[in-house]
């Protein structure tokens, strides 16, 4: 069976700070795609990046940065220089590549809250 | 481009009544996946269409059930309402043949069950 984790429930850092989201993914498949995406309090949940299997170098994007390492089936998100606006619920999700659309497996969410 | 909508955006129902959410994806987009969020279970995947068949579908019990229609949108019915049945409900659609695991997804519908 697939699952995601995301051991943090909650997580309180002041602006400017960097904070690191974790993800545990457990998967016997071998190819697969994981993704991170953002909640803010309006409910929609913001596509932020995809990752396949087969692709673990690391991405910068801004001060957002996601480091993929399969041998510990990790894929942590990083928030450099945090800012007010990052404040929202955060989502690792897991989709097998076998599986067509939309069916993706999430994992419980971090709330990050960043206070001025 | 509009984004994903969906309606209504709060809900408020009795036990043992039933429900309709509707959901218009971003045009051009065929397929629509259901998720419903809760505290306690998080996100979870309901079902998906894709061309007005059910290609995908999770765990849940058949008082569940949605259908897509030829313009693409969707609804999803839940007969029976049971109080755990409340819960954020998140429709998102994504486009075949480019980048289909990038989901779009609307604001979603409360629903509140007393």
């Known amino acids: 069976a697939q699952k995601v984790t995301q051991a943090q429930t909650e997580i309180s850092v002041v602006e400017k700070e960097d904070v690191t989201l974790d993800c545990v993914y457990e998967t016997r498949d071998t190819t697969y795609y994981l993704f991170w995406y953002k909640q803010p309090p309006s409910g929609e949940l913001v596509f932020l990046i995809r990752?396949?299997?087969?692709?673990?170098q690391n991405e910068i994007s801004g001060r957002y940065s996601w480091n993929f390492q399969k041998s510990t089936s990790s894929f942590n998100f990083t928030i450099t220089a945090s800012q007010v606006v990052d404040s929202a619920v955060y989502f690792c999700?897991?989709?097998?590549?076998?599986?067509?659309?939309?069916?993706?497996?999430f994992g419980q969410g971090t709330e990050l809250s960043v206070k001025p | 481009k509009a984004g994903v909508t969906q309606t209504p955006r709060y809900l408020i129902k009795t036990r043992g009544q039933q429900v309709t959410l509707s959901c218009s994806p971003i045009?051009?987009?065929?397929?629509v996946s259901w998720y419903q969020q809760t505290p306690g279970q998080g996100l979870q995947f309901l079902f998906e269409y894709f061309s007005e068949t059910q290609r995908n579908k999770g765990n849940f019990p058949g008082r569940f059930s949605g259908r897509q229609f030829s313009n693409s949108r969707s609804e999803m019915n839940v007969s029976t309402l049971e109080l755990g049945d409340s819960a954020l409900y998140l429709c998102?659609?994504?486009?075949?043949?480019?980048?289909?695991?990038?989901?779009?997804f609307g604001s979603g519908t409360q629903l509140s069950v007393l």
């Open positions: 990752r396949n299997s087969f692709d673990e």
């Open positions: 045009s051009g987009h065929r397929s």
């Open positions: 999700a897991l989709r097998m590549i076998y599986n067509q659309g939309g069916k993706l497996i």
């Open positions: 998102a659609s994504s486009l075949e043949g480019t980048e289909p695991e990038k989901l779009f």
